[in-house]
Each structure stands twice: as structure tokens, then as C-alpha cells.
């Protein structure tokens, strides 16, 4: 077992299971907060739920004039994790995209816009990107 500075035992290594709250997968900002764990598992509900709101959107997007992928940061459906979601998104998309599909349901809009602003934000926040210190030294030094 690897030591964990400041956690577990008096030789420094942890209880199975067992990790400082420092090490959680993501800070929290607030108290009560959701972590990325939990957040991306609601995301993958959420998903499951609107994809057809959510393959009608991105539809309608993609036929507005002047629409360019070129603009995007993330292309849609890449964070939908469950791969039965996203394949019926993407199979969903296609037909809408090629026969005018329809619009989301104006009932469902409010969700489907919380659902893209919630996944943006897992996005920013909870990227499992390099940690700052790990990265390696430029070449020639």
C-alpha cells in the first residue's frame, strides 16, 4: 500500500478505502455539494431522459444559417457517457439532421437547458486533465 502523507495510520498509510477529504475526486465549493462522481452520474440520468430533446436541439442548431462546427468547444453527444444513449443520440441527430426532425418539446426546453449548462460546468470543473506540477519539463532543460 502506497503512503498517503497525513492520512491513516502512524506509518502514514491509509485504511483500506479510507482517503483524506483533501483528496476527494474535486473541490466543492460549497458545502452540500454534489462531487463530480455524483454530478456526472445525474448527468448520465438527465441524458437518458432528453436525449431526444437534446438530439432535436442540436439538430435544429446545426440547420440555423451560419451554424459552423468550427464554432464549437465540444462536439455534441462526445459527453454522454452511457454508449446506448449515445448511439441512439447520434442515430437520433442524423435522422433529425437529414428530415427536419422535430424541435424539443417546449415543456422539456427548461431541463434541456439545464442539462447543457450542468454539463459545461462538469466540464470546466471536474476535467481530468493533467494536475498542475505533473506536467513534463520543456525539451532542453
Do not use: Q
Not at 24 to 45: F, V
Not at 110 to 126: N, R
Amino acid at each position: 500500500m502506497m503512503p498517503v502523507p497525513g492520512a491513516g495510520t502512524a506509518r502514514g498509510t491509509a485504511a483500506p478505502g479510507a482517503f483524506p477529504a483533501d483528496l476527494r475526486d474535486a473541490p466543492s465549493s460549497r458545502e452540500g455539494a454534489l462531487s463530480c462522481s455524483d454530478r456526472k452520474l445525474r448527468l448520465t440520468r438527465l441524458n437518458t431522459e432528453l436525449v431526444d430533446d437534446k438530439a432535436g436541439y442540436w439538430a435544429a442548431r446545426m440547420r440555423e444559417p451560419g451554424f459552423s462546427v468550427a464554432g464549437l468547444t465540444r462536439n455534441p453527444g462526445s459527453e454522454i457517457t452511457d454508449p446506448e444513449t449515445k448511439v441512439r443520440f447520434y442515430k437520433l441527430l442524423t435522422n433529425y439532421h437529414r428530415e427536419g426532425g422535430p424541435s424539443p418539446d417546449p415543456a422539456r426546453l427548461p431541463a434541456l437547458m439545464e442539462l447543457l449548462k450542468e454539463e459545461k460546468s462538469v466540464a470546466d470543473e471536474c476535467s481530468s486533465g493533467p494536475l498542475p506540477g505533473l506536467l513534463p519539463a520543456p525539451a532542453g532543460r
